[in-house]
């Protein structure tokens, strides 16, 4: 019976604390100007990122154990997609600058690098799965997915309902 009361505690206490992180990027991103980089858009990207961590945690129902093994696998794969969006952001804007300057040779080796670049990210998203699959078992794979699909719609959506730009790289 005590059990029971500590599991059922531990998740109200995730969400509680998930809604807490949630009403701080809300908070965020209502604070911050359109269009406006540096300090405070790190702050901002740092606000999803702790809210990310929250709502994964929570649809997950990640005990405190599993959190500790879950998340350095997850922040591994996520820095290494993080760095090929960017990646992938700096070579679409250079397309559309010199568009009109570069020849076709040039063009076809930059749509080749960037098919490159996303077969990157896919195969980083499928050894995440797979690692994900084998220390936790499918079905957490599954919900990390969903997880993390719901997680964008509703920060999409919440954004959209402020008038807010989205701002880069929140995946």
Do not use: C
Request: charged share 35%; glycine share 4%; no cysteine.
């Amino acid at each position: 019976m005590n059990l029971t009361y500590t599991s059922n505690f531990k998740k109200i206490h995730m969400k509680i604390v998930g809604s807490i992180l949630f009403t701080l990027l809300v908070t965020g991103i209502l604070s911050a100007q359109p269009g406006r980089k540096g300090e405070r858009g790190e702050r901002i990207k740092e606000r999803i990122r702790a809210e990310r961590v929250a709502f994964l945690t929570e649809r997950l129902d990640l005990t405190s154990d599993q959190a500790q093994k879950f998340w350095p696998i997850y922040n591994e794969h996520d820095v290494k997609i993080s760095a090929l969006k960017k990646e992938q952001r700096i070579s679409r804007k250079a397309i559309d600058q010199n568009l009109n300057q570069w020849s076709d040779k040039e063009l076809e080796a930059k749509f080749n690098e960037d098919f490159q670049r996303q077969q990157q990210m896919l195969d980083v998203q499928k050894q995440l799965v797979q690692e994900i699959s084998k220390n936790f078992g499918a079905k957490k794979a599954a919900l990390m997915i969903k997880a993390e699909h719901d997680f964008k719609l509703e920060l999409v959506r919440r954004m959209k309902d402020r008038g807010q730009p989205m701002p880069e790289d929140n995946d």
